[in-house]
């Protein structure tokens, strides 16, 4: 039987501690800022590490991946539509042909892989953080976001006021899904107008959010369902090409926003 090194409960502490303080104060600035990690939003984080970016994504669950781990109606299958099957074999995930150019991929194997490939790539993450707000500049520019712990919002009103903290990047992306939170918050301060998602069309849907993935408001990019919803798409319901391609999409963009910055 192995003997398990000599170390005490201060060590564990200590190690937790420190290693996060130290990672997250160097990630208070980053290259991009990812809120949420869907699909969307880890693959654009995979494709930006990959080009060296330094990459934070801020997740308010205290799981990675969204819907991606449980397919659709809670079976945990999901679809995707040729040739987004590109990705699965790039992360190496087996998959089934169910009809010619639909696939089928068991969730979690793919969720797991996907979120590996990010970590892998060098992507860091905060989860159990939720968006509260964002750093704007002068001229409307998005220049990073507000955030907070998730259990802060359960507490009672009676507890006093929970401040946030603000983070910073040149380029943000909204990978909130549905919500579109990020794009909805400059929508309160009347900077941009949503359209709301539209009603389920799958052979339509995803060829167009993929078109519409980009910059809608200098420094923030969107992809994912986010897509939809900023721009009265239809939807797509549990079929996960799009969200895979327009993360890639999602990060081509934040790349040349990132390089001319750097020019």
């Known amino acids: 039987m192995p003997k398990f090194s000599p170390i005490g409960e201060k060590e564990v502490t200590r190690a937790i501690v420190s290693g996060f303080a130290r990672e997250f104060e160097d990630y208070v600035e980053s290259d991009c800022i990812i809120i949420g ?42 679809t995707v539509r040729h040739p987004a099957e590109r990705v699965l074999d790039e992360l190496g995930v087996p998959y089934k042909e169910y009809t010619p150019g639909l696939l089928v991929a068991d969730g979690p194997h793919a969720c797991s892989k996907l979120i590996a490939a990010a970590c892998d790539a060098g992507v860091k993450f905060a989860n159990m953080t939720v968006f509260d707000d964002l750093v704007l500049r002068e001229d409307g520019r998005v220049f990073g976001v507000v955030i907070n712990w998730t259990p802060v919002a359960a507490l009672p009103r009676e507890i006093t006021c929970v401040d946030p903290v603000a983070i910073e990047a040149p380029v943000v992306i909204d990978a909130t899904g549905h919500d579109a939170t990020v794009v909805k918050k400059l929508e309160e301060r009347g900077l941009i107008k949503t359209k709301g998602f539209g009603a389920m069309w799958v052979e339509r849907s995803e060829d167009v959010l993929v078109e519409h993935t980009g910059e809608v408001h200098p420094g923030l990019i969107v992809t994912g369902m986010a897509v939809t919803t900023t721009y009265g798409l239809p939807r797509m319901g549990p079929t996960f090409g799009a969200m895979l391609l327009s993360g890639e999409v999602a990060a081509e963009v934040a790349l040349s926003k990132l390089g001319a910055k750097v020019a």
């Open 37 to 78: 990690s869907g699909p969307s939003g880890l693959m654009a984080g995979r494709r930006l590490a990959q080009a060296k970016r330094k990459v934070l994504i801020v997740e308010r669950n205290n799981y990675l991946g969204g819907g991606f781990w449980i397919g659709g109606y809670l079976m945990n299958k999901v």
